[in-house]
Nanobody, 121 residues
Framework: QLVESGGGSVQAGGSLRLSCTAS????????MGWFRQVPGKEREGVAY???????RYASSVQGRFTASRDKAANTLDLQMNSLNVEDTAIYYC?????????????????WGQGTQVTVAS
């Protein structure tokens, strides 16, 4: 089970930190990622962290967002800085245990319920 927290409302230029807590079984060998979705649009990948801690970002958030993982605590965080209105979305935590770790929605089979992030201009 994956549970997100930390969403909310912020002014443009501000920051938010999202957290995802995994439970039910050890996610230490899993690929974990963050996705986001605006109602009426397709879900898009934000960042992923591999089993060994390698992080990759979507170009739209590169340099502004930082994903980090604590394997001992089974958590995945997303620090979001310099937020803009286009970052408004529901953010989802996701995980899978396939060999390939990429920012592809079809690879991920475990999903959280999502947390709303709203950035006001």
């Amino acid at each position: 089970q994956l549970v997100e927290s930390g969403g909310g409302s912020v002014q443009a230029g501000g920051s938010l930190r999202l957290s995802c807590t995994a439970s039910g079984f050890p996610y230490t060998r899993y690929c974990m990622g963050w996705f986001r979705q605006v109602p009426g649009k397709e879900r898009e990948g934000v960042a992923y962290v591999t089993e060994v801690g390698t992080v990759r970002y979507a170009s739209s958030v590169q340099g502004r967002f930082t994903a980090s993982r604590d394997k001992a605590a089974n958590t995945l965080d997303l620090q979001m800085n310099s937020l803009n209105v286009e970052d408004t979305a529901i953010y989802y935590c996701a995980a899978h245990d396939k060999a390939v770790c990429q920012l592809r929605e079809d690879l991920f089979n475990d999903w959280g319920q999502g947390t709303q992030v709203t950035v006001a201009s």
